[in-house]
């Protein structure tokens, strides 16, 4: 099993450029999520998905879209990207009784 | 509503030092609590977990007790190593909230030789 994997690991965009951010699952997990990570805030949900089809906002979803046309996949778009957006992000996928299975992260900077 | 907070770091210990990173939680209820660890550069990785009152998590010689009457979840471990050096992350799962995580900010960790 691979678990969870990210791609890009690195990403420069330009503000107002528009990006996604790839997530992958082979655990058949039905639980997905999108987190950020900015220094001394630890991690804020952005969206969540409980199964194909059904998204959701997290804390933090403005400037961010989700879909889920498939259990194992889970990207996140950036539609126009801001130096706030500025991040580590964290895909994660969640067992039914269990925890969170995180991917490596991906590090992007808005110019 | 539901949330964690975790002492505030960074913490600083000598290799063989007792270490003790306090966690508290607000939720109704009976939610699973867990502790995550992350490694310079790289994700969160579980660590241990319990799931209902008065259960120890354990794990690599770190434990952590479910404390139903003071609402806290306290990880703490005998002698730590340089390699424990990390960010560690207190978080609860709550059921009636979607299963969704909430997270505490996360305590800095150095270990020196």
């Known amino acids: 099993n691979a678990g969870v994997t990210q791609t890009p690991k690195f990403q420069v965009l330009k503000t107002g450029q528009s990006m996604t951010l790839q997530c992958a699952q082979d655990m058949n997990h039905e639980y997905m999520s999108w987190y950020r990570q900015d220094p001394g805030m630890g991690l804020r949900l952005i969206h969540y998905?409980?199964?194909?089809?059904?998204?959701d906002q997290g804390e933090v979803p403005n400037g961010y879209n989700v879909s889920r046309s498939t259990t194992e996949d889970f990207p996140l778009r950036l539609l126009s990207a801001a130096p706030s957006q500025t991040s580590v992000y964290f895909c994660?996928?969640?067992?039914?009784?269990?925890?969170?299975?995180f991917g490596p992260g991906t590090r992007l900077t808005v110019l | 509503g539901n949330s964690v907070t975790q002492m505030e770091g960074p913490v600083t210990l000598s290799e063989e030092a007792f270490l003790t990173i306090n966690c508290t939680y607000t939720?109704?209820?009976?939610?699973?609590l867990f502790w995550y660890v992350q490694y310079p550069g790289e994700g969160l990785q579980l660590l241990l977990k319990a799931t209902k009152a008065d259960d120890k998590g354990s794990n690599k010689g770190f434990e952590a007790t479910y404390r139903k009457e003071t609402t806290s979840f306290h990880l703490e471990k005998g002698s730590v190593q340089v390699s424990d050096s990390a960010v560690y992350f207190c978080?609860?799962?709550?059921?009636?909230?979607?299963?969704?995580?909430?997270f505490g900010t996360g305590t800095s960790l150095t270990v020196i030789p």
């Open positions: 978080a609860l799962r709550h059921p009636n909230t979607g299963n969704q995580f909430y």
């Open positions: 998905s409980v199964g194909a089809g059904i998204t």
């Open positions: 939720a109704t209820g009976y939610p699973s």
């Open positions: 994660a996928s969640t067992q039914d009784s269990g925890g969170q299975f």
